[in-house]
């Protein structure tokens, strides 16, 4: 690995802890600059300004904003992340309970949507004006516009009410055999692809059309070469770098989706975790579960930058 | 960063259609398509509660969950309230924020973006920097930080929608006038000593306003698809108002027995967001064919 | 493979138009060559010729169908092959070597890798023979390292490497004929010479069958047995190339011959050189961050001293990457030098844009080269000529419509055109529109970018016929820049040659061309081809590299 490209890679982390940074400040600043502030919640409003101010300054609510940022930033970094006041409970014990469930349900997604994903793209991209890419881009340009909620309820409607086949809601304890967890997972998995997957099979054909519309793809169709090999050695490793980018934000999408699915299927992860934090105006929750899902996404689009990069050979040679 | 400010960006980046005549057929049945559905969600918007056959909160059916009878064409609610009443309100909320958010996040981002393409190189690059990590913040995750902190309040909800897809379309905008201002004819116009505002007005405005608009009526979808989202976890508009995604948390009780009431406004969301998507998409490929 | 004749008949090509109507771009053209002789495709841009060639492979572009008659190569009927056997023929029997080589390798490739392609799709051989071949070639084209040159990918080579590599991509299977399409075009005329001579020596040493598309006919001369000329898809004339330069018989030929050589026709108007107007001492501009010594990472221009009197005209020649762009752009305050000044009327000029008098913006205007970008495709005509006038005069309604139209006049556009927009207006037409808005401001220096470079060889000649009556009529200076000696001779007094950022010649334009001094300004004269067979074997080869001239 030579100097230019390892600087074009330590300047991409470093611009990706910089924008970590801002978004921190910027969670930071929302949650804080609150009328009210949590030893008020945590007491209750019959509690005496006495007891509310000693709390205050338990909790070091009474130092300036800057120096709270700069401690709740250390406590974030050391895996501090303060006391959840609804539970009673450290923020990072709550959150390390549910993490695996979710882990596994992003995980079961991506290894089912990325390949029909990347596939679709691709045939759509093949066969582009012609009937099969036509159908394609009508249903994964209603697809991209659905609600997941509507998905979840036509599943919900078609699998477990009139089939009966599937378990309406997910209890993830009581998983004692690989078909008790296809039963499970089935439906929360098939809600976010439905999505996922037509996000990433449109940003994919666009990014292999974008390629398959240049010249040197109209010079090897003059040399002989045929559409599967034009697509797959030609345009297929120029356009690893759009690709990767486009997985990584239908990916990051999940973040987004994963709120709406947990909370309809009853799923216990994160995205629950935080939805019932917001509800009860647990900040610290709140504080912590953003910032995970705010650092989960910057890891995927940097991963997908350094794709890009390490894929063009401009940079790589 | 990357190029889409969000996933679901990904619709507005449609390369641009083949010129071949079979095409031409079904894009426009798609854009007829489109162009009703989503003229339907707009009258409903404008009339719905003028023609609703009941007051929302009356609780004039017999039975809960009931489903379609001739009384009441959608069934009844969780409390026996008519659903087709109910939709017909909804959708004014539904629809009405949205376009408002839309058309505040649009036009902040995209003037700031203008502005920003033509400002100094510090002010654009500093400016910029802010926006790419504002836009690394995922819509849903800002908008439940910003409700954790301030309730849900309706000016609040269109705050947090501005502030979660103004940075995209800043993006967008500021890209498609840095491209412009390369060009010779807006150099031209700065060799002739014009000012900022004039070449912003008069050389770039006009010659992105498409893609400008057709990226609106992409956040107007997605801000449809979040405010739904936040009302469906009953974080968004708070009862008595109740927009179409707040009909569907109401009703969800209902959907093990299949209940019209939870279907019929999770099926209004999708048609209203699927036919402003097929309209858009529609418009900029038929857009980008006479480009050429 | 030796080889074989072509036969086209009734060729027809269609495509839809923006309306969605089939229209008729290739209307039933015919043609035969015999084998081993090279036909050139002479044409400027919509005559169909690039279109013809790719018939040939059988292959139209999207938009584009071959919807009749036939292209018979050897025995075979091109367009009646299936899909199958069409492949096997493109890239083995018949091989395309197309205009922009940087445009037409897969940046993702190695060089060597897409050479032997067609070889190994083909069967032709195996890959340690196609890669034996390969280097031969090379050899033969005159690629440095060739050796090793294939190991590399296409950003790591020059533009007119790539183009001998994309011959020997197209030559590796040994194809009965091989199309050429414009395929120096994109090239400096100091690189053109020599990838025309590797081209010619491996085209004839095979006696290969072969067509050569160009809008070129000096370059064409080199090459070609025979011409067909071709405007708006159809054939105006066709024969042998002596023939054709000695005597056209087509009035469109005969206007083609003439635009070519724009100096044979025009010539600078007299005039006596007034007072100072334009001083430039010791100029130097870059890019990127400034060392301590204030100067740029990149240096793009050094050393750079003119002088411009009123209402002469100074051209500034150069190839790509010699700075005569940022030189105009320099003078406009659109790019602020790192050293040097500019004086205008003997008045320093700020080094940007910030701080210009407005008499100084509208006494000197710029014109840029492509007609496509220069105008605000949604403004309309009027209103574009009206903008200078209200930015620098006070006019009233009336005058101001007198002005427009006086404008309108003095380029020779009918006043029909004013409510138009420029997406409706031809490219000379658009040229026309971007000088009289120029004009509009009455200035007195116009900074002229490669003003005719974009527009086909008529239409530039028109417009510079239009730039030598202008400077005739109204006395307006000219910083002229071009890479095109023969404009230059056209319109100019004086000539700066510039290279790699420096002048290495300047004086009289006459003087210098005829009698260049420095020894790149001989071998840029040298390179420009002339209109009759046989100037290129007539042309010393260069042995010593351009940088080596520095």
Known sequence: MRNPILRLLLGRLAS?????????????????????????????????????????????????????????????????????????????????????????????????????????????????????????????????????????????????????????????????????????????????????????????????????????????????????????????????????????????????????????????????????????????????????????????????????????????? | MSQANSPRAAGSQLPVASPSRRNRAPRHAMRWIGASLFGFWILVAIFGPMLAPHPVGALVGDDMFAGASAAFPLGTDYLGRDMLSRILTGARYTVGLALIAAL????????????????????????????????????KMLALVMVSAFGASIPLLIITAVLSYAPGAFRISRSLAANLTTLEYVQVARTRGEGRLYIAWAELLPNMIHPVLADMGMRFVFIVLLLSGMSFLGLGVQPPIADLGSLVRENIGGLSEGALAVIAPAVAIGTLTIGANLLIDSLSASRGQQGD | MLGEPIEVQDLLVTAVNSAGEEVEIVKRIGFSLAAGEVLALIGESGSGKTTIALSLLGYARRGCRISGGSVRLGATEVLKLPAKELRDLRGHRVAYIAQSAAASFNPAKTLME??????????????????????????????????????????????????????????????????????????????????????????????????????????????????????????????????????????????????????????????TPGAELLRIDDLQVGYGARDADGVPAKVVLDHIQLNLARGRALGVI????????????????????????????????????????????????????????????????????????????????????????????????????????????????????????????????????????????????AILELLVELRRELGVSYLFISHDISTVRALCDEVMVLFQGRCVEQGPCREVIQNPQHSYTQRLIGSVPELRRGWLESRPSFTDSLEALA
């Open chain 1, 16 to 317: 990706g802890v910089l924008t970590l940074l801002i978004v921190s400040l910027v969670i930071f600043a929302i949650t804080s600059l609150l009328p009210g502030d949590a030893a008020q919640q945590i007491l209750g409003q019959f509690a005496t300004p006495e007891q509310v101010a000693a709390l205050r300054t338990q909790l070091g609510l009474d130092q300036p904003a800057l120096l709270r940022y700069f401690n709740w930033l250390i406590g974030l970094v050391s895996g501090d992340l303060g006391q959840s006041v609804s539970n009673a409970l450290p923020v990072s014990t709550l959150m390390a309970g549910r993490l695996p469930n979710s882990l596994i349900l992003a995980g079961v997604t991506t290894a089912v949507s990325v390949p029909i994903a990347l596939a679709l793209g691709i045939i759509s991209a093949m066969r582009r004006g012609g009937a099969i890419d036509r159908v394609l881009n009508v249903f994964t340009l209603s697809m991209v516009a659905v609600p997941e909620f509507l998905v979840a309820t036509i599943a919900v409607l078609i699998f477990a009410v009139h089939l009966g086949w599937l378990p309406a809601l997910s209890y993830v304890s009581s998983v004692e055999n690989i078909g008790d967890f296809m039963r499970i997972y089935a439906m929360p998995v098939l809600t976010l692809c439905c999505v996922l997957i037509a996000q990433m099979a449109r940003m994919t054909r666009a990014a292999l059309i974008d390629q398959l519309d240049s010249p040197y793809i109209e010079m090897a169709q003059l040399k002989g070469v045929g559409p599967l090999r034009r697509v797959l050695r030609h345009a297929l490793p120029n356009s690893l770098g759009p690709i990767a980018n486009a997985v990584a934000l239908s990916l990051s999408y999940l973040l987004g989706g994963v709120i709406i699915v947990e909370t309809i299927f009853n799923y216990p992860g994160i995205a629950s975790l935080m939805v019932d934090a917001v509800a009860n105006r647990d900040l610290a929750l709140v504080q912590a579960c953003a910032m995970l899902f705010c650092s989960a996404y910057l890891v995927l689009v940097i991963a997908a930058d350094l794709c890009a990069i390490l894929s063009n050979p401009r940079l790589r040679t």
């Open chain 2, 104 to 139: 505040l996040a649009s036009s902040i981002g995209a003037s700031l973006g203008i502005l920003a393409a033509l400002a100094p190189k510090w002010l654009d690059e500093t400016v910029s920097r802010l926006n790419d990590a504002l836009i690394s913040i995922p819509s």
């Open chain 3, 114 to 271: 897409q050479v032997i392609e067609a070889a190994l799709i083909h069967k032709v051989m195996s890959r340690e023979e196609a890669e034996a071949k390969a280097v031969g070639l090379f050899r033969e084209l005159a690629l440095p390292d060739p050796d090793s040159i294939g190991a590399r990918y296409p950003h790591q080579v020059s533009g007119g490497q790539l183009q001998r590599l994309m011959a020997a991509m197209a030559l590796i299977t040994d194809p009965a004929l091989v199309i050429l399409d414009e395929p120096t075009t994109a090239l400096d005329v100091t690189t053109q010479i020599e990838v025309l001579r590797a081209f010619k020596r491996v085209v004839r040493e095979r006696g290969t069958t072969a067509i050569y598309v160009s809008h070129d006919l000096a370059v064409v001369a080199q090459m070609a047995d025979r011409v067909l000329v071709l405007n708006g898809g159809e054939i105006q004339e066709q024969g042998e190339i002596d023939q054709i330069l000695e005597h056209p018989a087509h009035p469109y030929t005969r206007s083609l011959l003439e635009a070519a050589r724009p100096d044979q026709k025009l010539s600078p108007p007299p005039t």
């Open chain 3, 318 to 461: 150069g190839e790509s990457g010699s700075g005569k762009s940022t030189l105009a752009r320099a003078v406009a305050g659109l790019i602020g030098p790192s050293r040097g000044a500019v004086q205008f009327d003997r008045r320093e000029l700020t080094p940007t844009l910030k701080g210009r008098t407005p008499d100084q913006f509208r006494r000197i205007q710029m014109v840029f080269q492509s007609a496509d970008n220069a105008l605000n495709p949604s403004h309309s005509i009027e209103r574009i000529l009206t903008r200078p006038l209200d930015t620098y005069f006070e006019l009233d309604g009336r005058e101001r419509k007198r002005r427009v139209a006086e404008l309108m006049d003095l380029v020779k556009l009918p006043q029909a055109l004013l409510k138009r927009r420029p997406g409706e207006l031809s490219g000379g037409q658009k040229q026309r529109v971007n000088l009289a808005r120029a004009l509009a401001a009455k200035p007195d220096l116009l900074l002229c970018d490669e003003v005719t470079s974009a527009l086909d060889t008529v239409v530039g000649a």
